[in-house]
């Protein structure tokens, strides 16, 4: 049998979008390759990324994890001061963008407003557009897709951006 891995060893920062990236290779992959591994980072600061957008509750569908996650420390685990406004979560039918749409609702104040200083209608605007592209997902991919949200600072700015990740493996765009 065929084997392919996903090196991450030398990683030293991940986003959403590679996060969610990898969990859609595994996806598609899935059928053609079932033993696929991922070399989990050294750096102990993208381990607790992954854990913090629950990257390890997905990972292990679709791949050997090296060296296995067998538990995580609490210090990597989610603290209510997290810059996730959402973890990865998987969106397939509807009550899956419902159950989004409430957990983005009830951090959205604290990150949108908090930090990036957006008013009441800014955010209801963020959480209609990013129900509508969850609901993309779920009519016309024909596949399971992935969200996630997360906040960054950038201190060489000292600005805040919040990166929403959200893909699928379906067919996309077609004439």
């Known amino acids: ?3 392919s891995a ?6 030293t920062l991940i986003d959403p979008y590679g996060m969610i ?13 079932p033993w696929k591994i991922i070399y989990l980072p050294r750096s102990e600061e993208v381990l607790r990324c992954f854990e913090r957008m629950h990257f390890f509750r997905f990972a292990p569908s679709y791949f050997i994890l090296e060296p296995a996650v067998t538990q995580i420390q609490a210090k990597y685990r ?8 959402l973890e990865i979560t998987p969106t397939q039918k509807s009550e899956d ?3 989004i749409v409430g957990k983005v609702r009830e951090r959205a104040h604290s990150i949108l407003a908090g930090h990036l200083h957006h ?9 209609v557009a990013l129900s509508e592209i969850c609901k993309n997902i779920i009519e016309h991919s024909g596949h399971r897709g992935f969200v996630g949200i997360q ?7 000292n600005g805040n951006v919040v990166n929403i990740a959200v893909m699928d493996t ?3 765009f077609m004439d």
Do not use: W
């Not at 996903?6 to 990683?11: G, P, W």
């Open 78 to 85: 989610r603290s209510p001061d997290s810059d996730v406004l």
């Open 6 to 11: 996903i090196d991450l060893r030398d990683v």
């Open 21 to 33: 990236g990898i969990l859609e290779i595994g996806e598609v992959l899935r059928p053609t390759t």
């Open 1 to 3: 049998m065929e084997s």
């Open 170 to 172: 379906g067919i996309g």
């Open 97 to 99: 963008i419902h159950f």
């Open 119 to 127: 008013g009441e209608e800014a955010i209801n605007d963020f959480i």
């Open 151 to 157: 906040k960054y600072c950038f201190q060489t700015t």
